[in-house]
């Protein structure tokens, strides 16, 4: 980088409020003085201006940059502008050289006390100087202007920002000793930016000004000699820093496809495709508040309809082109398909959305499965989508304010004559909403949503990822078709792609294919195998926080190896090195552990086999027949002891049960709302040797609807009792919960001494 400089010297009277006029100065006298300049009363005052003489910096306090050798005043135009900033551009540089007279400054000013008619004498005054100043300064300055042969030294009024007033003469009037004032003599009327009040102080010019014009211009230059950056490297650095590729072909060959079905040839959806000229933006297009904001829904709906009855017309008539020689195709179908190819290559994303997806939103399809086909624009099936699908347009319009038609004057709405230039509006929105989609999108680059078609766009996640300091390398889909890739698609049409697998050829032995696609959505979904790689880099950048935590580690490698959906059966990781592990004290020593699952069953329980030490406890260790409702004391029914007198386990004695420390702990799954609950209950968990018994009782309605149509269900349906009995107490306190509702269970029965 280099600076070109251009210093002129420019006639500083050019850049002086005052001077004298060429008549005046001939008949002035000239004669040499000798003045020296002296820092200790002579200052510089120092201006910037712009080439339009504005005042960009100034300085009359007393410029310091300056340098004094052999009695000569040295100075540096180009230095100064640079040490306060301006580096670059054209300006002009002010020295004035001057003498502070009558002890007067910036900081120590007369002023305009009085103005003659004609403007040409002033009376000064001043509150800073002191009185025995201004008679006795004004008295010496006035003999040092007159010379021996009568002539005057012209001297200034300076009231700053480069405005120097010239004076001709000057006289003390001290006719008040009290308040002794100066009088002045201007060469010229005072200028009218200056009235009563304005403050000035009184200079006497030791040198002539000094003025420059300066043009800093910076040239950018390229040294040959340095070392250049590398271009983005897209290969593993593997194989020599190759990558596996493929055969080498041209465009027909990549393009070429044999496939018929859907609508049109794949070719014109390949097409329609690498023909964007931005990032694909997740937008749902069954909502047009998610694209359409300037412009018409209803507008753009009937745009479809159209550009959809010409593929139509065109189809027909290519082929009634087709010619009957197998050997080649006329010029006149070539010229209907290429129209054809133009319309799809040029659809918007509404439009692509409309022609090849299967949704309920887009135009109604013929079949199931892709290639898709459209219905006929004639079809009934057609004609009833797009009436409902116009309506819904329609009333969207209607709720938009943001329409840019709406700005249109109401006089012009309502003239039907319009309608071109409705029409132009209208393409002036959509043009308006394409900007609109990317600004609002701009918020998802931070959301954090691993599915493909939500979130940060699945076209730039790649280089998001890059732009945070983290390599990835080209995909391992590069080799496939192009079809496969961005269609999910062969170039027959199939959505079965697995090289050399066809009906002229022999399975090879041992060799099994996948034909049974699944997918998070809609089984007869494609994906594309492009988007399966973006789907990776989405898993990447929503979890490069823990990645980059944990980098280096095994869970950091691990949850590497789960992004790209490898389970820990296939691929195990490893470690070697590091602590010692057979100490007992390693905190790296982890034992594997499980839980079984208890669902419960009307026989199923959990047995505890615990005993309880003597001092108290049943006598009877099991249960006899039926449930615990009911019964005696004999056997048959309920609980068979001594410890139980009376019915059911409401009664019993009234000994307490003194044991050691013990908790039983557990968790139960239901399968919700049980088939017949009014006979449904259950004991969860049994101390055979403690007579302790978990019951779980169903105690809602059972009902999963209202008795009438509209109301309801009941709120308490998933609910049911759970209680602990024993035979000292009975049953405990009871729990009433949803515990139907499906869901885990956790349950805890501390026996305390």
């Excluded at 479809?304 to 006329?330: G, M, P, W």
């Excluded at 980098?551 to 590091?578: C, H, V």
């Excluded at 006598?619 to 027949?625: C, E, L």
């Excluded at 169903?698 to 759970?722: F, K, R």
Aim: hydrophobic letters at 35%; glycine letters at 6%; aromatic letters at 14%.
């Amino acid at each position: 980088m280099d600076k070109i400089i251009n210093i002129q010297s420019v006639d500083p009277n050019t850049l002086q409020l005052q001077n004298y006029t060429p008549a005046d100065e001939s008949l002035i006298s000239n004669f040499t003085q000798d003045i020296t300049f002296d820092p200790s009363q002579d200052y510089l005052e120092y201006f910037v201006l712009d080439l339009n003489q504005n005042i960009l910096f100034s300085n009359v306090a007393g410029y310091p940059n300056y340098k004094i050798q052999d009695t000569t005043v040295i100075i540096d135009p180009q230095a100064d502008l640079e040490f306060h900033g301006f580096n670059e551009g054209q300006y002009f540089a002010i020295y004035n050289f001057l003498r502070r007279k009558l002890s007067s400054s910036v900081n120590s000013t007369f002023y305009i006390q009085d103005i003659s008619t004609d403007r040409t004498e002033l009376r000064l005054n001043t509150t800073q100087i002191s009185n025995l100043d201004i008679v006795d300064l004004t008295t010496a300055f006035t003999a040092q202007i007159s010379n021996a042969s009568g002539s005057y030294l012209d001297f200034y009024l300076d009231f700053g920002d480069n405005k120097l007033v010239i004076a001709n003469n000057i006289a003390l009037d001290n006719t008040n000793p009290n308040d002794p004032t100066v009088l002045i003599k201007l060469y010229e009327p005072l200028p009218d930016e200056f009235t009563y009040n304005s403050q000035c102080w009184v200079v006497e010019q030791v040198a002539e000004s000094q003025a420059y014009q300066i043009e800093l211009t910076t040239v950018f230059t390229i040294n040959e000699q340095l070392n250049y950056i590398s271009g983005p490297n897209y290969n593993l650095d593997i194989q020599d820093q190759i990558n596996n590729t493929t055969a080498y072909l041209n465009q027909l060959n990549l393009q070429q496809n044999t496939s018929t079905a859907g609508s049109g040839s794949l070719l014109y959806q390949i097409n329609s495709i690498l023909a964007e000229k931005g990032i694909e933006i997740n937008i749902d297009y069954s909502d047009y508040s998610q694209f359409i904001h300037f412009s018409s829904a209803q507008t753009r709906l009937e745009n479809f309809y159209y550009k959809l009855a010409l593929i139509e017309e065109y189809t027909v008539s290519s082929s009634y082109t087709t010619s009957t020689s197998s050997y080649y195709q006329s010029s006149s179908q070539q010229i209907w398909n290429a129209k054809i190819n133009d319309i799809i290559t040029n659809f918007d994303g509404y439009e692509y959305y409309l022609y090849y997806s299967s949704e309920s939103h887009a135009w109604p399809k013929t079949n199931s499965t892709a290639p898709y086909i459209n219905y006929s624009v004639n079809d009934p099936v057609a004609i009833s989508w797009f009436t409902t699908q116009s309506y819904s347009a329609s009333y969207f319009d209607s709720e938009n304010n943001d329409a840019l038609l709406n700005t249109i004057p109401t006089y012009l709405r309502e003239d039907l004559t319009n309608d071109q230039y409705f029409l132009f509006i209208q393409m002036i929105g959509q043009n308006f909403d394409n900007v609109w989609v990317y600004l609002k999108d701009i918020t998802n680059k931070f959301d954090a949503d691993n599915r493909l078609n939500y979130g940060i766009s699945k076209d730039i996640v790649a280089q998001a990822i890059r732009d945070l300091g983290v390599k990835i390398y080209q995909n391992n889909f590069s080799s496939t078709d192009i079809y496969s890739a961005l269609l999910g698609l062969t170039p027959s049409g199939s959505n079965f792609n697995i090289p050399y697998i066809t009906g002229s050829l022999p399975t090879p032995t041992g060799f099994e294919y996948i034909n049974l696609f699944i997918t998070a959505s809609d089984p007869n979904a494609l994906e594309p195998l492009d988007d399966v790689n973006k789907e990776i880099y989405k898993r990447i950048y929503h979890n490069l926080p823990y990645l980059l935590k944990k980098k280096g580690t095994p869970e950091g490698l691990r949850t590497l190896i789960n992004i790209y959906g490898i389970p820990d059966t296939i691929l195990r990781i490893n470690e070697f090195g590091g602590e010692s592990t057979l100490t007992e004290n390693s905190w790296n020593n982890f034992i594997d552990q499980f839980n079984y699952e208890f669902f419960t069953t009307s026989s199923g329980y959990v047995n505890v086999p615990i005993v309880v030490s003597t001092g108290g406890g049943l006598y009877g260790t099991a249960i006899y027949g039926g449930d615990y409702y009911g019964g005696d004391t004999s056997s048959g029914g309920g609980l068979y002891g001594t410890a139980i007198y009376g019915g059911d386990y409401y009664g019993g004695d009234s000994f307490n049960l003194t044991a050691s420390s013990f908790t039983i702990e557990f968790r139960f799954k239901t399968t919700g709302i049980p088939t017949n609950p009014s006979a449904y209950n259950q004991i969860l968990a049994y101390a055979p040797e403690n007579n302790l018994i978990i019951v779980l009782e169903y105690t809602g309605s059972g009902y999963t609807s209202g008795s009438y149509s509209g109301s309801i269900p009941d709120p308490y349906n998933e609910y049911g009792t759970l209680k602990l009995i024993t035979s000292s107490s009975g049953a405990s306190s009871s729990l009433y919960l949803p515990f139907f509702d499906g869901g885990w269970w956790s349950v805890m029965y501390d026996l305390g001494n």
